[in-house]
């Protein structure tokens, strides 16, 4: 996967206690058992791990990690805009 992917994984391992061996880039938040409120959380630290701004109702726990990958990959920094 790519530097960003690896990033997060190492956000939600040390941030938020998940697992490692759950991870997996086709893994659901929901698999992880997170839920929207966790979320919302996960995405206001992607913001600033990332320096991207990225709207709290992007993701849902049903998306994948990839898709959380692809919010920040897809998003110019915020200190860029």
Avoid: C, N, W
């Amino acid at each position: 996967m790519s530097a960003t992917y690896d990033q997060l994984v190492d956000l939600l391992v040390e941030r938020f206690a998940v697992d490692r061996a759950r991870i997996r880039p086709e893994v659901t938040f929901e698999e992880l058992e997170m839920d929207s409120l966790f979320l919302v959380e996960l995405l206001l630290v992607m913001q600033s791990e990332f320096d991207v701004k990225i709207s709290d109702d992007a993701a849902s726990p049903t998306d994948t990690i990839s898709h959380a990958v692809g919010l920040i990959e897809g998003q110019p920094s915020a200190t860029t805009s």
